[in-house]
């Protein structure tokens, strides 16, 4: 059993930065993969980014490609997705989630989930 937790949400404008973390109760092996996903009010959970623990390439949705960047700390069980340049279609629950396996865009593919952390951006 993994528990994450996610922090760093908050209320920004447009073009702030924001960096999110997710901190996993245990060390998970490089078999492990984490990834973020949103979630907006009455739109379906979306994958935004994720990543190998091992170090792997990372991968991300076109719409945050060139904006966020998603990034593995082993010594701390810590995975962070720094969100520069933030929209007002940002703004959305940001949840963390652990997979058994190679990154995957697909939710039902992960096995752990936090509880979330808002990110709302002012246009």
């Known amino acids: 059993q993994v528990q994450l937790v996610e922090s760093g949400g908050g209320l920004v404008q447009a073009g702030a930065s924001l960096r999110l973390s997710c901190a996993a109760s245990?060390?998970?092996?490089?078999?492990?993969?984490m990834g973020w996903f949103r979630q907006a009010p009455g739109k379906e959970r979306e994958f935004v980014a994720a990543?190998?623990?091992?170090?792997?390439?990372?991968h991300y949705a076109d719409s945050v490609k060139g904006r966020f960047t998603i990034s593995a700390d082993n010594t701390k069980n810590t995975v962070y997705l720094q969100m520069n340049s933030l929209k007002s279609d940002d703004t959305a629950v940001y949840y963390c989630a652990a997979a058994v396996g190679l990154p995957s865009y697909f939710p039902s593919e992960y096995d752990y989930w936090g509880q979330g952390t808002q990110v709302h951006v002012s246009s």
């Open positions: 245990r060390r998970t092996s490089g078999s492990y993969s």
């Open positions: 990543i190998n623990w091992s170090g792997g390439s990372a």
